[in-house]
Nanobody
Framework: QVQLVESGGGLVQAGDSLRLSCAAS????????MGWFRQAPGKEREFVAA????????RYADSVKGRFSISRDNAKNTVYLQMNSLKPEDTAVYYC???????????????WGQGTQVTVSS
């Protein structure tokens, strides 16, 4: 049974930084791409970032490019999202997700974490 558990969310001010973590279990972590998504109140869930199994291929949403950085530690079965220069519009529940591909995370990945709240005050 695949489990994804996010942590690291919180309440911060605009311009601050946060690092989210997602600990995975239940399968060989290093075989699969990982991604982060977010859902703001009243909005659809949206893609944030993804990283391939070996960490070579990385993709970001335009809205976070240059401010967020995704990384992974396959020895620790953990994927991270470093978020810098946070803005109020980054306020959302952030979800870790993964599917069955080593390279990409689709818009509808099979496995999801429970989410962690990030709130950015102005």
């Amino acid at each position: 049974q695949v489990q994804l558990v996010e942590s690291g969310g919180g309440l911060v001010q605009a311009g601050d930084s946060l690092r989210l973590s997602c600990a995975a279990s239940g399968r060989t972590f290093g075989r699969y791409a990982m991604g982060w998504f977010r859902q703001a109140p009243g909005k659809e869930r949206e893609f944030v970032a993804a990283i391939s199994n070996g960490g070579v291929l990385i993709r970001y949403a335009d809205s976070v490019k240059g401010r967020f950085s995704i990384s992974r530690d396959n020895a620790k079965n953990t994927v991270y999202l470093q978020m810098n220069s946070l803005k109020p519009e980054d306020t959302a529940v952030y979800y870790c997700a993964s599917g069955e591909s080593p390279v990409v995370v689709t818009t509808t990945p099979k496995y999801w974490g429970q989410g962690t709240q990030v709130t950015v005050s102005s």
